[in-house]
C-alpha cells in the first residue's frame, strides 16, 4: 500500500468481507460475531482518514510517505484473499459422487460400500459449506440393509 487509491480499495475490500459474513450468518447471530470484520473495516477506514486529514491534498494516484504500516498490506492481503475464496464458491447446487472402497469380504458392511460407491447426491450451498440431505439415502439403507420389522 502505497497511496490513497491502495487505501480506498482497502476500505472496499473490508467492507465487501464484512458484507458476506453478514449475509451468512444465521437470523439468531449476533453482532458479536462480526467483530473481527468490524474491526477490519475499521482500520481500513482509519488509514483512509488519516491520509484525508494530514495530507488533503494528495492525489489519489500519488505515494503518501509514512501513512502505511506493512501490518495494512498485509490485512488488505488477506482480505482479498477472502474475496478470491468467496468468489470461487459455487452459488448452487453440485452433483456429489461417493466413493467407497469395497472390503469384498461378503459382509453386510462389504455389501453397503458397493452400495454406496457410485452414488450421487445433490449438495446445496449453505454458507461456507454445503449441504445434502440424507433422509432419502437413510430410507434407502433402511429398506436394502436393515432387517424387516415383524
Known amino acids: 500500500m502505497k497511496n490513497p487509491t491502495d487505501a480506498l480499495e482497502a476500505v472496499a475490500d473490508a467492507a465487501a468481507v464484512l458484507t458476506y459474513a453478514v449475509s451468512v450468518l444465521p437470523p439468531s447471530a449476533t453482532i458479536g460475531m462480526l467483530a473481527a470484520q468490524l474491526d477490519r473495516l475499521s482500520r481500513a477506514v482509519a488509514r483512509a482518514q488519516v491520509i484525508a486529514t494530514v495530507d488533503p491534498e494528495a492525489m489519489l494516484d500519488e505515494p503518501v510517505p509514512g501513512c502505511f504500516a506493512p501490518e495494512d498490506a498485509t490485512e ?75
Do not use: C
Open 76 to 150: 488488505h492481503a488477506d482480505d482479498l484473499a477472502t474475496l478470491e475464496a468467496i468468489a470461487a464458491m459455487p452459488t448452487g447446487p453440485v452433483m456429489v459422487a461417493v466413493r467407497v472402497r469395497p472390503l469384498d469380504d461378503d459382509s453386510i458392511e462389504d455389501a453397503l460400500r458397493w452400495w454406496l460407491n457410485g452414488q450421487h447426491f445433490v449438495a446445496a450451498p449453505a454458507g461456507e459449506r454445503y449441504e445434502i440431505d440424507g433422509n432419502r439415502l437413510a430410507s434407502a439403507i433402511a429398506e436394502r440393509f436393515l432387517p424387516v420389522e415383524l
